[in-house]
């Protein structure tokens, strides 16, 4: 069994941006947390929805082909990107964020990039 996590600690503990890195585990689902700064790539998840949510800082999540072409989160706000919904995240300042989503679910989606992360990190 895992200890808590103390999202601050984890936070800390890595300063790389765009690279999110497994807090949890629980029902094939991973915990991630994530430091975000600067514009993200388009992507979309073809079969998993994306839970963003935000601890500090802000978040503007673009969308393609939704009744809206944007959502901004701030700090304590949560937003879930359906599956196949294209989306670009964009944080003007530095933005810390925990993200749900099944273990499977690659950072950019069903776009292989040098951002994709294969193998994130536990912390």
Do not use: C, Y
């Amino acid at each position: 069994m895992r200890d808590k996590v103390n999202l601050k600690d984890a936070f800390s503990r890595f300063s790389e941006t765009w690279s999110p890195r497994i807090v949890a585990a629980l029902n094939g689902q991973h915990v991630k947390v994530a430091k975000l700064e600067g514009a993200f790539d388009w992507h979309h998840h073809e079969d998993e929805d994306e839970l963003f949510l935000v601890v500090k800082g802000s978040l503007t999540i673009f969308l393609r082909g939704t009744d809206r072409d944007a959502v901004r989160l701030e700090e304590g706000e949560l937003f879930v990107v359906p599956r196949g919904v294209e989306h670009k995240p964009v944080a003007a300042d530095e933005a810390h964020v925990v993200l749900f989503e099944p273990a499977s679910t690659l950072n950019t989606g069903a776009n292989r990039t040098e951002r994709t992360v294969d193998d994130p990190e536990w912390l």
